[in-house]
């Protein structure tokens, strides 16, 4: 997501938000996955989509498309507690988790259960 009223042709890292959180967590230093179309999860509400979803399996399918594939897809997904629109499915959970861990760049490790 980026913030109103950037400029298109210089794009700062302060003008890239989080899609479910509203946080330019990039500019932060903090890690982050973009999906299609330059959507972003942070590592923080990766964090706690994946505790949900995986860690404690909950979660239900919604039907709406999710921000990271565009996919409606019949699982469960995460919904961003700002936008309610803001839903990540759980195959980008895992995978944007696993792209997280083998990043160089960030130091991010999955929530355990424990």
Known sequence: MHRE???VNDVQPEDILCDYCGRAAWA???PCIEGHEGSIVCGMCLSKAFAKLVVE???EPVDQVCRMCLETRDQP???SKIDQEATICLRCIKQSATTLEK???WEWSRPTGG
Do not use: K, M, T, V
Request: charged residues 15%; hydrophobic residues 25%.
């Open 57 to 59: 399996g909950s979660g």
């Open 28 to 30: 932060l230093g903090e």
């Open 77 to 79: 997904s995460w919904i």
């Open 103 to 105: 990043s160089e760049h």
């Open 5 to 7: 009223g950037i400029n």
